[in-house]
């Protein structure tokens, strides 16, 4: 048979569309019921009863709408689906259960619309009510899904802060006659980030200290700045000099690594406490921002260390060095590019001149108010700081 | 904090005869200050008229509110005795309506001076029932879970690119067209925090603290605080006043506006004389 070639005007054909609206209105495939303002059931349709067990006359006159959702629902009616339909006249769409008469739930969607008068009075509530079971038990995957994610997401986040407190030093040494401060900036609680820095003692007299920077976060990154921590200190015992440290770190990192693993900048230092309480320091630098001397005569300057290269990615780089004295008052400040390349605002990064400005502004200070006075301004970035930023400073006390 | 950052923060609004009264209008769970927009108007000729949005709802400055300071109501009646003392016009005749009407009797508890009245709209100290004294809130702690459970299947009619327009951030005007749907609508996990502090208090033992003026105002057919609730807080505060309005459900600002504002303004009367 071809039903879809018939004349309009095929006797059979036009009785199905004589569908008169009231069998619509009653067998349609949703629940339909008017209500008056304060609630209660005024008119019902034949399927909403079917659903909900009930006899039309228990219903009609004497129940409330409210009635019918289960008590949660009911709370949620009341706080939220009634002021609103009053206010806009209108709701779309909530997601409620029903109670029928046998006592089991049906999950329902529901929209209702205020009929008014024709002076703009309203009359009556029109409600359309959807069998949402199995949109209700997506739904429930969805959220379902929603709370693993999550779940997961503050593992991640408890993980990585486990890992990142393992790249760094629990706390810093007791240098006898030296000032230390150190602090360290999470750009992201999901990831790890991959600066690092340490002070460790370098035998009789002598103190070692490093800062680093590998590039890119996560685990790869985790993993090179690991590496790094254990092979310096591994080669400092072997030859303390920092040029030779960060020559042996070279060439492990370039042995240990796939070629497209990350590389490193790094700044690392032999410190050597004088007998008039001043220091020397020896500072070797693979491609890492330049250090920061504030005196205490209140100048301060960069500690230039040109043509020094990344590590762990040439067959053999190049690593610049400097020595400095460090008189009483003196501070040395080791950062990360994360201050620098930090935006102040809009497409603004922080910058050299800007730091070089704050450091000359600052001197003479200690490294604790030195620390303590970038951890501010780097707060004062907020989302403008991209990566993370790790800030040393070694200095000798004033006399 | 300066006066401005107050009232900021609260989305405050104030209207009426400036030197009438002064009524600050405390809305409950579920809505904003647009719940008090049909009893405004009757307010308006003959009291200072001042609407706010608990932190959290409405227009309020959600980056003022954290899970941990907003778990219980002492946050919010902290934040109405700020209010009330920017407000800076003496004492003020505080209209709270259904769990800021337990706010309102935690701040008239702890600064009395701040109020010359209290109009508890639908009040419950205690919407769970407690088998142990008798007393009957009108509902179960699984009740409670299930009205929480509701919330977070509701989770899908906020939408995050509403969310600046909601929150009074307006820097995408293409999105001002939908305002008309976005009344009362609160990010559900800020709800989620205020429907625990509202449905799982117990305010019972501070009415007897009240000592200012009050009038409770209870509703004829009310699903959320039945009648016994309203006669229970009259019974427990010292020399207050009982009216049942003819208003069916918890919101009379709505369903029975005129018999509502008259009930507030035979109040104010009675108190300004």
Redo the contacts between chains.
Sequence with gaps: MMADRRPAHDPAFAALLEDSAEDLYDNAPCGYLSTLLDGRIAKINSTLLTWLGADRHDLVGHTYFSDLLTVGGKLYYETHFGPLLRMQGEVNGIALELKTATGTRLPVLISSALKYGGHGQPLLIRTTIFDARDRRAYETELLRARHTAEREHARLQRITATLQKTLLPPQLPTVPGLELAASYHIASPDEVGGDFYDVYPQGPGQWGLFLGDVCGKGADAAVVTSVARYTIRAAAVHNPDPHSVLTTLDTVINEHSRPEAPYLTITAGLIRPADDGTADITLASGGHPSALLLRANGTADYIPTPGGQLIGILPRTHITTANLHLEHGDTLLLYTDGLTDAHTDGDRRYGNNALLALARQLAPASPQATVAALDEIIEGFGEGVEDDVALLAIGVPKR | MSPMDVRQRHNVTITGRAEGPTVVLAH????DQ??W?LVTPILAPGHRVVLFDHIGSGRSDTTTWSAERYATLDAYAEDVRELCHDLDSGPVILVGH?VSASIAVLAAVAEPELFAGLVLLAPSPRFIDDPATGYRGG??AD???????????????WSATMAPVIMGNPDRPELGEEL??S??RTDPAIAQVFARAT?LADNRDDLAGVTVPTLVAECA?D??APRDVGAFVHAHINGSQLITLDA????PQ??APEATAEAITAFTTTLTG
């Design positions: 409950g769970f579920g809505c647009n719940l927009r259904s509902f179960t009740d409670i879970d299930e009205l929480l459970a509701s919330l977070d299947s509701n989770y899908l009619g008309t749907n009344f009362c449905f057919y699903a959320i069916t459900g918890h919101c709505l369903s």
